[in-house]
């Protein structure tokens, strides 16, 4: 049992939607977001932060969930992966799966959401700001060719889509 005076109120948006939880202040936000919310696509491995499976955007900055707690997201921005869903796939996820991105899925949400969080910042990167940036995620199934090509080819995709 959790001692009540090491249990906070944390109020912070999930893909979208005001949320509010009591969590023990020693509960990482990986744990938060699978256990309390059923978020499946954040992922465990390292639990150091340092292989990027668990990545979430947190006010759209890539953070490692397995390496923060969850109390620290107390008035912010939280997207997971189920948070990209919609009538149409984003188009990082159309060109993971159009260029083969991907081969067991395992780091492809870290690795997607990572790639957002780029093309969010800069709409045409280079191939070297694409490695620079999808470097902080470990794939053990790829040589990574197929996830930069994937990278700028939704670049690519985004630039063409109509402004609204």
């Not at 639990?47 to 668990?54: A, F, K, L, T």
């Not at 053990?140 to 609204?164: D, F, K, N, W």
């Amino acid at each position: 049992m959790t001692d009540p005076a090491h249990v906070v109120t944390v109020r912070f948006h999930l893909n979208g939607r005001a949320e509010q939880v009591e969590v023990p202040t020693s509960l990482t936000l990986t744990d938060l977001l699978r256990d309390r919310f059923g978020l499946s696509g954040v992922k465990f491995s390292c639990s150091r932060g340092v292989c990027g499976v668990c990545t979430v955007l947190v006010d759209g900055d890539p953070v490692a969930s397995c390496s923060q707690f969850s109390f620290q997201i107390e008035g912010r921005a939280v997207q997971t992966i189920e948070g990209l869903r919609g009538d149409v796939p984003h188009a990082v996820q159309r060109a993971f799966t159009e260029h083969g991105g991907f081969q067991c899925g395992y780091c492809t949400p870290g690795m997607v959401l990572t790639a957002k969080a780029l093309l969010d910042r800069n709409a045409a990167p280079d191939r070297a700001e694409v490695v620079e940036w999808m470097s902080s995620n470990v794939c053990r199934c790829t040589g990574y060719e197929a996830i930069v090509e994937s990278v700028l080819a939704a670049a690519e995709m985004l630039r063409r889509q109509p402004r609204a």
